[in-house]
């Protein structure tokens, strides 16, 4: 690996937003392609990052804090990877659903989802399904994951999942779903094509349901 | 801005400083006193998967009853001296504080049918969900949400409940990021300027409820920021360390509640609880080992050490080889208090053999638990109240929670992973680094904290 | 017919009878010893609603690797000393031993993982169920229904399971129907001639396989007998006193293990453990409070004033909020051994202390748990030994159970109805006319228990 | 009430099978019709124990052995209320389902059915869906009641109740279920007519359905 990338992953790493934005530039500029540089500097900084986290080296905010400058290298690296005909591994639509407040396990799963790889379109939270059904037609995301953490919400999961059917959009998306009273078999239940039992591993889920 | 001031804690003996017993025990009106010399159930509970609309209220009504009176009949034949029942109404039964009032009236009547027949007294604390954490919320203190909540407490105070509470949520909006990124600053701000600005009107307003409606202004719980971080913490997301000191910092917001004129008992799922027990001598609620159901914890057996209630935290209304899961749970509850109370029948030096065994059990083997010992909670709050504002002894807890887990690391008297020791070291040095002026930092964050959630101009900030 | 013959307690100081600690304790093969002077959790489970066929095997391993992979990572971030873990195999993982040994090494492969990647001590205990309840089954002690017990016992055991128990039913064809009518002369003879013949043989044949395989016969209980009719006593069907007095005359049938060589520890729903540790001083399993998963009782603190084990006795594999529902019982067993052994470790004197309020805690309520009083279990288990025979000695345990009882309520030791106390006056008067000749009793109750249930050439009696 | 139906409904209060047949007898034999004996003698009687049950008054083996004495008297009574055209309130298939060995509890559900005027078929334990569908086309009951104590051996219901479907006899026959593991939404999903949460109220419920 070059030396330029090098320091890409690692400053990604580190969190440094500013580092990482100068040197995708100064990268960009030395000629290296858009699509190595997100492989081999980014991604592979995350993926360091990812395997530490495993390895119980680091927390999640040390792990954030490297998507949070994921996210700034790719805001300077993604006019170049358009241009290029690259494209995100996948795109995600994201949200929790109607009725329920709940944010913050949603927002680990969005940027799990980031630091992989994934295009993520967040939908907030208190999600109808008319929403769900929009973000599809509107954003053709290949995933649309959603998370509940009540057992008065969770069913809403299958409305969702209702509506995308019925508006003849279900064979176009995958599903998965999360959430803390959630399990397996009700992700069956409903028709959900996965279930992630922990926001640490949504993403690792997710690429394999669409084989990325 | 406070209308009473603790300057110094209520307790000045560690020795009296124990469960079941506090220093201002909290009378309700059938004569049950909470704090009074034993500890008492409080059992929680929630729906199973089912939506709640006006299609399915007889059913949600159903549900609630055959929970309650599950309850009810169990305590009876355990002969328990006394049962809280606490209602956490679900978010669509405050948005419609109708529904709110119709639920409390169902299991207010199962209550009022036991007490009669069957001589259980029983207490009912109702807890409306803090809806203002709806981005549609017009404003933290006036407008559609706001009102649903007042009516809410009003409403079901009027049909028998008698304690009132809440989870309340001012500064969640900052504070969600903060954990999430472990940003201690972030929390100072969510905690000491928005969250006890939030918690001074919401308690004034139930305050005065409680008064006009003859009730009890209970208490509050940092639920939203102590237990969220917990939680994460327990799954490894975010150091204990950090959890911990987040935990001690919680303390200053939930005070403002006793500050305005709550009296307790404090709510369950907030382990600040100690502290304000320490510091206000009113009774509070607390969970461990019996909300497993809930949520798992390293505070099992440490929590129970100060607790006047003790509760299961909630668990939805499933079926158990051994019962519905809301009766399972209240009997471990029951068992639990009884064990305490035989202790404490035998003499105040076995209640504090029990309690110091509770604490030591725990406390060695997690920073979250030694916090919550009661000999640091004594040191830690008597550093708290020396602050003069709201601000500035929020910063206290977290640096003198940051030296007592050190401290306590170094003497081996808790084990602490170095990973989470070096987040000790960062804390303390971003909590030193903020200014001493408030108005300043109130500036520079919210510069900072520009987020799609955050507002400041809900909390008149501009 | 007896090898060992406890004619004598174990014990001769009551002040040493105490959990955590037994005078005979096990040491399995990694170096755990259960009863060496703490008392440690007991994990055990049961799969949701589904069912277990050749094609939901897949399933059903998943399941079992779901929760003890759950139960084992707990286990670890709670820093338990030691786990034992009960696999109480469902019906269709007897009648196919081939389903059982597979699911064994399923489990045991999991423990063995986390044994050494995080130094988790973790034993193995087998229970398959007694399938010999089947009336296809043709005969107690030989044919399809006794092989596929038996080859159960010992693929497990050459899995790693190593610990050999079973809720043996020898007798139970009689039993059901005398908790039903509260028979107590029909319980006697289903506990006493039944029940201790059908013990012999099969624990001869569980210490054998024991041998062969290099593991540990633990023990029965009389799960079957007791619990049945304690749970009907609970949901009050039949007198508690009655339930009570079942529970003590259980103690010869579940000795007769011991006496055929099994040296424990003593299965977890068992009350009448207390006594078996009283007598031979090897360590038992319990289930108490956090067992209420399982089935509410009165004994939730008093089973544990003596234990070794403590379990939760069973639960679903289903979903809490706060984690799968086998996980949240292990984590309230853990906490309850963690209070436990913090007493222990401070000193005899106040493990005694609390083991005396666990005690005094329940003991007053309820006749049931009056029986367990480790002094009360001390007299009875002193007045048991000193019969000849097991027919004699089941007889004593009645009667001696009854006059205890009688003598607590009159004292105001033990609160009884006054119903109650009628059904101890009519236990007492049944069992004092019933024949000193073992012979004649056999003879007349073949003759008078005719039932579609029971076949005396089962037991080879005529 | 008339001596001899008072003395029969006290015998059967007691227990005493012997004073009950030789009561029902000696009624029969002085005129009085078996419709009358049943209700007014042997129903009258276990009434009176139910009340004295939900009273507390008494436990279960005293209804018990009240409803054995009930059992006798019915022996006695039967070729009577038979030739009469008198029917019992309705007739019941009882058994706990394939796989479960639990008897304990649907002998107590037996004998409250007993003891509430129905006449009773006892499948035994380990019954499978044939030996059901078998019942219903041999016996013609007007209810159905399944047991199961084992969250493995519950679904068994379902199958049960899917045979009774498939092979035509759903609409002849309610069916109910109980048992430790089971609640009212599980009979719900199962398709089933009632759900007993306890043995105590079996026989209640059952005389509801059937409008008895
Ligand atoms: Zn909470
Ligand atoms: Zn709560
Ligand atoms: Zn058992």
Redesign the pocket.
């Known amino acids: 690996m070059s030396e330029i990338l090098n320091v890409i992953s690692e400053s990604l790493q580190e969190g440094d937003v500013d580092a990482v934005t100068e040197k995708v530039e100064e990268a960009l500029n030395g000629g290296v392609s858009a699509s190595t540089i997100l492989h081999e500097g980014l991604l592979h900084g995350m993926d360091v990052m990812g395997q530490r986290w495993k390895n119980e080296e680091v927390y999640m905010p040390e792990v954030m804090i490297a998507a949070r400058a994921m996210n700034a290298g790719m805001r300077v690296l993604k006019p170049h990877l358009l241009a290029a005909g690259v494209k995100p591994i996948g795109k995600v639509v994201l949200g929790t659903v109607k009725g329920d407040l709940h944010d913050i396990g949603k927002n680990l799963v969005n940027m799990m989802f980031v630091g992989s790889g994934f295009e993520v379109v967040d939908l907030g939270v208190d999600v109808n399904e008319k929403t769900f059904v929009q973000a599809i037609t509107e954003h053709q995301p290949q995933i649309i994951a959603m998370a509940a953490l009540l057992t008065t919400t969770m069913s809403e999961m299958r409305v969702v999942i209702e509506a995308v059917t019925t508006t003849g959009l279900r064979d176009q998306v995958k599903i998965m779903v999360g959430g803390a009273p959630l399990t397996q078999s009700f992700a069956n239940a409903i028709g959900a094509d996965a279930y992630a039992p922990d926001a640490a591993v949504a993403a690792d889920i997710a690429k394999q349901m669409i084989g990325a | 801005m406070k209308k009473v001031n603790f300057t110094q804690l209520a307790y000045t003996d560690l020795d009296e400083f124990i469960y079941g017993s506090a220093l201002r025990p909290v009378a309700c009106r059938n004569g049950l006193v909470i704090g009074g010399g034993r500890i008492l159930p409080e059992i929680n509970f929630t729906l199973p998967d089912m939506l709640i609309t006006e299609t399915t209220m007889p059913d949600v009504l159903r549900q609630y009853k055959e929970i309650v009176e599950g309850a009810c009949k169990r305590a009876k034949e355990l002969e328990t001296p006394g049962l809280v029942v606490e209602l956490e109404l679900l978010p669509p039964a405050t948005y419609h504080p109708e529904w709110g009032v119709e639920i409390t009236k169902v299991v207010r009547n199962i209550m009022n049918d036991y007490e009669q027949k069957h001589g259980l007294r029983s207490v009912l604390r109702i807890t409306p969900v803090d809806i203002r954490e709806d981005k549609r919320s017009p404003h933290m203190w006036r407008g559609s949400h706001w009102d649903a909540i007042m009516q809410t407490f009003a409403g079901c105070a009027k049909e028998g409940a008698e304690l009132l509470s809440i ?1 309340s949520i001012g500064g969640k909006d900052i504070h969600d990021d903060a954990v999430m990124y472990c940003d201690i600053v972030k929390s100072l701000f969510a905690l000491s300027v928005l969250g006890t600005r939030d918690m001074a009107k919401l308690w004034d307003s139930i305050v005065r409820i409680a008064a006009e409606t003859g009730t009890i202004a209970a208490g509050d ?1 940092a ?2 920021f102590g ?1 969220t971080a917990m939680v994460l913490a327990d799954k490894r997301y975010v150091p204990k360390t950090f959890a911990a000191v987040v935990r001690v910092m919680t303390v200053v917001r939930s005070l403002v509640a006793l500050e305005r004129g709550a009296v307790g008992p404090h ?4 382990y600040e609880g100690v502290y304000i027990k320490a510091i206000t001598g009113t009774p509070i609620a607390m969970e461990g080992k019996s909300s497993a159901c809930a949520h798992l914890s390293h505070v099992g057996n440490i929590a129970a050490a100060t607790a006047d209630l003790w509760s299961n ?2 668990v939805q209304n499933i079926k158990l080889l051994g019962g519905m899961a809301p009766t399972v749970s209240l009997e471990q509850l029951i068992y639990d208090c009884r064990l305490m109370n035989t202790a404490a029948k035998s003499g105040i030096s076995h209640a504090r053999l029990l309690r110091d065994w509770l604490t030591d059990s725990d406390s060695v083997l997690d920073p979250q638990a030694y916090v919550l010992r009661p000999d640091v909670a004594f040191r830690i709050s008597q550093a708290i109240v020396q602050g003069g504002s709201h601000f500035e002894r929020t910063k206290i807890a977290g640096l003198t929670a940051v030296n007592e887990l050190k401290q306590a690391a170094n003497a081996g008297n808790l084990i602490i992973d170095p990973k989470e020791i070096r987040w000790l070291d960062k804390i303390q040095a971003q909590l030193s680094k903020v200014t001493n002026d408030e108005e300043a930092f109130i500036r520079e964050m919210t510069e900072s904290c520009k987020s799609e959630k955050y507002d400041p101009a809900k909390y008149d900030l501009k």
């Open positions: 989870e719980t639920c939203g237990n709510k369950d799922c907030g935290e909630s």
